[in-house]
C-alpha cells in the first residue's frame, strides 16, 4: 500500500504562489498516475490536474494557464505548482495514487489564498 503525505499549503495573498508537494512510501510513484484534487468548505471534491506515468498532464478549466503539475520520480514526488492564486482557489488540497483500479489519497495540505 502507498502513503501519501502533501505539504507546502499555506496562508497566500491574491495573485500569489504556492508549490505543493506530494511524498510517496511503500509503492513507486513512476509507474502511476497522479493527481491533485481540492474540496473547499461546503462543496464536493474536485479534480485539479493530473500526470501519467509518461508524463502527459491535465488540467482542470479553471486552474488551466496558473498551475502546473510535474513529478520527479527519482525523489518519489510529485509537484502542484500554483500561480496567480485567487480567493476561489482556497480549499484543502489532495494528492491521489492511481495503479491500475486501486487508488490511495493523502491526507491533505490546506491552501488559503486571502488578504
Known amino acids: 500500500q502507498v502513503q501519501l503525505v502533501e505539504s507546502g499549503g499555506d496562508l497566500v495573498q491574491p495573485g500569489g504562489s504556492l508549490r505543493l508537494s506530494c511524498t510517496a512510501s511503500?509503492?513507486?510513484?513512476?509507474?502511476?498516475?497522479m493527481g491533485w484534487y481540492r474540496q473547499a468548505p461546503g462543496k464536493q471534491r474536485e479534480w485539479v490536474s493530473t500526470?501519467?506515468?509518461?508524463?502527459?498532464?491535465t488540467y482542470a478549466d479553471s486552474v488551466k494557464g496558473r498551475f502546473t503539475i510535474s513529478r520527479d520520480n527519482a525523489k518519489n514526488t510529485v509537484y502542484l505548482q500554483m500561480t496567480s492564486l485567487k480567493p476561489e482557489d482556497t480549499a484543502v488540497y489532495f494528492c491521489?495514487?492511481?495503479?491500475?483500479?486501486?487508488?490511495?489519497w493523502g491526507q491533505g495540505t490546506q491552501v488559503t489564498v486571502s488578504s
Open positions: 511503500g509503492r513507486n510513484l513512476s509507474i502511476a498516475t
Open positions: 500526470i501519467t506515468s509518461a508524463g502527459s498532464t
Open positions: 491521489k495514487h492511481r495503479l491500475g483500479f486501486l487508488s490511495s
